[in-house]
């Protein structure tokens, strides 16, 4: 009887993520992610926080990181259809 008990609650458990799973991804839509990267030039490394801090404010920015020694930025974007 407890192993009847076991298997029902497994069951109903799996079927409780499944469903939460099916309605998570009939939901979302997909997006466009572009992949950015490019070299930079500063003059300081105040302009490099201000754009570092800009990158991450923006909404369409998923990641941006700024190497300070190569000089380069690595963005990726989020629901943008293009990027220029």
């Not at 069951?11 to 409780?16: A, K, N, R, S």
């Not at 201000?50 to 974007?77: C, E, G, M």
């Amino acid at each position: 009887m407890r192993l009847l008990y076991s298997l029902l609650l497994l069951f109903v458990l799996m079927l409780h993520s499944f469903y939460g799973v099916s309605q998570q991804t009939a939901t979302t839509k997909p997006s466009t992610t572009f992949f950015v990267q490019c070299m930079v030039n500063f003059d300081s490394n105040e302009q490099a926080t201000l754009v570092t801090n800009q990158l991450n404010s923006n909404p369409y920015v998923k990641i941006s990181r700024l190497d300070y020694k190569t000089k380069t930025a690595f963005i990726i974007t989020k629901d943008v259809e293009s990027v220029s």
